[in-house]
């Protein structure tokens, strides 16, 4: 069983859909990640998070600490936002470094 | 500021040969994280390293691999021996202390003949 789980595996929608993405983690964490892999292969950081709620232009990450739980949402979804969206949780019971641990990914398919 | 910049792009081996990956981090970062990406499979960690010291290098195999962080140049993933299995995509990643965002380089994809 992976440390981190997400939901759902494949998510497609419409174009000005709201999406949301959820991501689960088992044990203490220092910090949760939200990652953004575009369909070339490349790894784009979109927030770190150990609290609350961040925000950045259509995109919103929120954690709950205490249910051990984040959730990544898209307002206004564009076919740009396409990619595969990714859940890592770092420190603490992930063996105390900076390292990561990785959910398997959310694959985002956004139509026009 | 240049961002994480990884190289080779692609890299072909056939069995046996040696596989070097480089990985030079954004300027002020001295935090190197390599990450493993297996054909349809998430990303796994490989290793930590600092400058000119390994942190942590729990997700490493045992055999054939190894990396370095020297005091000048770029961070390097050997992989000595490759075998099929070895063909993934490797990612580097750097921070510039404890406790902030990763950003990570576009990755290596290794594929072995």
């Known amino acids: 069983k992976n440390e981190v789980e997400q939901s759902p595996q494949n998510l497609t929608a419409q174009e000005g859909e709201f999406i949301t993405i959820n991501c689960s983690y088992s044990v203490g964490i220092s910090a949760l990640h939200w990652l953004q892999q575009h369909p070339g292969g490349g790894i784009v950081s979109l927030f770190m998070l150990s609290s609350g709620k961040k925000k950045h232009g259509r995109l919103i990450a929120t954690i709950n600490i205490q249910e051990k739980h984040s959730s990544l949402h898209i307002t206004a979804s564009h076919p740009r936002d396409s990619a595969v969206y990714i859940c890592?949780?770092?420190?603490?019971?992930?063996?105390?470094?900076?390292?990561?641990?990785f959910g398997k990914g959310t694959k985002l398919t956004v139509n026009p | 500021n240049a961002g994480v910049m990884q190289n080779p792009r692609h890299l072909v081996r056939r069995r046996g040969q040696e596989a070097r990956l480089r990985c030079s981090p954004m300027k002020g970062h001295s935090h190197v994280y390599w990450y493993r990406q297996l054909p349809e499979e998430g990303l796994k960690f490989m290793v930590y390293l600092q400058k000119e010291n390994i942190i942590d290098e729990s997700g490493m195999p045992k055999e054939r691999f190894s990396a370095e962080f020297p005091k000048e140049g770029p961070s390097i993933l050997r992989i000595q021996q490759v075998v099929r299995g070895d063909s993934a995509a490797y990612f580097c990643?750097?921070?510039?202390?404890?406790?902030?965002?990763?950003?990570f380089g576009d990755g290596t994809r290794l594929s072995i003949l």
């Open positions: 890592a949780a770092s420190g603490n019971d992930y063996g105390g470094s900076e390292k990561l641990v």
């Open positions: 990643a750097s921070s510039k202390q404890l406790n902030q965002p990763q950003h």
